[in-house]
């Protein structure tokens, strides 16, 4: 079984400065790791995907996250966050070569960016 | 747009009544998954169709099932429910291959009264 710890259930920061999001996993088996965004009332969007290869994925509205596999770690980073950055964001993982690619998500933790 | 549609957007009901929420996936994607958002359990997994066929079960309620038809579509029923059971239920399609990418609807807010 598969499960997914992000620490931090809110983390403020300010226009412009840098933001880190914490996520570790936990697994028996190799994993894919994904990280969503949820902005209010809506769905969830695809931010980024590790599925192999380099361990530094970019993905949209500049946003990039390292796997590291000694670490359980697939940490989200963005260099300079906007004010419409604020939004829940979900990490989560599925089995690799499983029957399902069923998501496991974190709890979720909300950037809350302030002018 | 995800391209993925859900309906309705909100549903209110008295506790014990039966619903269902409806879920058209993407043109092309084979699988529907079905979570539930709720404050308390937070995203949470409940099943999973492929091609009409369930792949996969979570922990999804014995009062609670689904179905994918021959043209993809999928319904999740949700009977004698209770006030626990008010939550933001996301279906996702997904083509199974390549990317693994899941699209989300905008969800069917289910509120139980």
């Known amino acids: 079984a598969q499960s997914v710890t992000q620490l931090d259930s809110q983390v403020p920061v300010f226009e412009e400065a840098p933001v880190e999001l914490r996520c570790n996993y936990s697994?028996?088996?190799?994993?894919?790791l994904f990280w969503y965004v949820q902005y209010p009332n809506q769905g969830l969007q695809l931010l980024l995907k590790?599925?192999?290869?380099?361990?530094l994925v970019k993905g949209i509205n500049g946003f990039e996250a390292e796997f590291n596999k000694s670490q359980t770690s697939f940490h989200l980073r963005k260099p300079s966050v906007h004010i419409s950055d604020t939004a829940e964001y979900f990490c989560?993982?599925?089995?690799?070569?499983?029957?399902?690619?069923?998501?496991?998500f974190g709890t979720g933790t909300l950037l809350a960016v302030q002018p | 747009d995800s391209g993925v549609t859900q309906t309705p957007k909100h549903l209110i009901t008295a506790t014990g009544q039966r619903v269902t929420l409806r879920c058209s996936p993407r043109?092309?994607?084979?699988?529907v998954y079905w979570y539930q958002q709720s404050l308390d359990q937070g995203l949470q997994f409940l099943i999973h169709?492929?091609?009409?066929?369930?792949?996969a079960k979570g922990n999804i309620l014995e009062r609670f099932s689904a179905q994918q038809f021959p043209d993809l579509h999928s319904e999740l029923n949700l009977s004698s429910l209770e006030l626990g059971d008010s939550a933001l239920y996301f279906c996702?399609?997904?083509?199974?291959?390549?990317?693994?990418?899941?699209?989300f609807g905008p969800g069917t807010r289910l509120t139980v009264t």
């Open positions: 169709y492929y091609n009409g066929e369930e792949r």
């Open positions: 989560a993982v599925s089995e690799y070569g499983g029957a399902t690619n069923k998501l496991i």
């Open positions: 697994s028996s088996v190799s994993v894919y």
């Open positions: 590790y599925l192999s290869g380099s361990t």
């Open positions: 996702a399609s997904s083509v199974e291959a390549g990317t693994y990418e899941q699209y």
């Open positions: 043109s092309g994607d084979l699988s």
